[in-house]
């Protein structure tokens, strides 16, 4: 079946350096991938999506590319900043299928 | 207003009880969902309902009985709780028909504690 694998956390981070956070999946057919994020106490928001290989998804300074060849959807950012302290979740929708997996999530906590 | 309010947004409870879960969205989406999330954060889909039809039913024990009584609403009710149901229950939205969605709109969670 769908399975997503992201890094495990917590991660910490000072302000201003550099974000990645990993996230590979297993699944049949050609899937959608997403990450959502959680902030604290909030619902989970979509994030950024791709819906095919070779796609970059982006927002909010937030980056993630749609690697076939070697299935993986890992999400960056240049330069994080307080505010970005959250969950972030990684997920795929397959081809077909009804429903989105996800990740287990990784805390990501910015320090000033 | 909320897209997707979900009460309560506390509960503690003892085992063996019965409790029920209110969801509703005001975004006009066909396909409702209920998520469970543990305490080490893992993300799991229980039910999904699209114009109040039964969708997704992941394995979950029937002592958890989801109920849509239109397609803005989605509610969860549990019998004979357990302290292994103790967890944050996310009630989510999409837009999309039978396939559901791909951008969920989430619920801010209610934290659910068994005694």
């Known amino acids: 079946g769908d399975s997503v694998t992201q890094m495990e956390g917590p991660v910490t981070l000072s302000e201003e350096a550099f974000l990645t956070i990993n996230c590979t999946y297993t699944a049949t057919g050609y899937p959608s991938l997403f990450w959502y994020v959680q902030y604290p106490g909030e619902g989970l928001q979509l ?10 998804g982006s ?21 994080v900043q307080v505010s970005d302290s959250a969950v972030y ?24 | 207003d909320t897209a997707v309010s979900q009460t309560p947004k506390y509960l503690v409870t003892q085992m063996g009880n019965d409790k029920s879960i209110k ?26 309902y699209n114009n109040k039809e039964l969708i ?26 357990e302290l292994g149901d103790s967890a ?7 837009q999309g028909g039978r396939g559901g969605g791909e951008k969920l709109f989430f619920g801010s969670g209610t934290q659910l504690s068994v005694l």
């Open chain 1, 47 to 56: 994030l950024l999506k791709a819906t095919k290989a070779d796609d970059k």
């Open chain 1, 59 to 79: 927002n909010k300074g937030f980056e993630a590319t749609y690697r076939k060849e070697t299935t993986s959807f890992h999400l960056e950012k240049g330069s």
């Open chain 1, 89 to 112: 979740f990684c997920a795929l929708r397959g081809g077909g299928n009804e429903k989105l997996t996800f990740g287990t999530g990784t805390r990501l906590t910015i320090i000033p």
């Open chain 2, 23 to 48: 969801c509703e969205q005001n975004l006009g989406h066909d396909t409702m969902y209920w998520y469970k999330q543990d305490s080490k954060k893992f993300l799991k889909i229980m039910f999904s």
């Open chain 2, 56 to 81: 997704i039913n992941e394995t979950v024990p029937n002592r958890f009985s989801p109920k849509s009584p239109d397609k803005a609403h989605l509610n969860l009710h549990i019998n004979s709780l």
């Open chain 2, 88 to 94: 944050v229950y996310f009630c989510a939205s999409s």
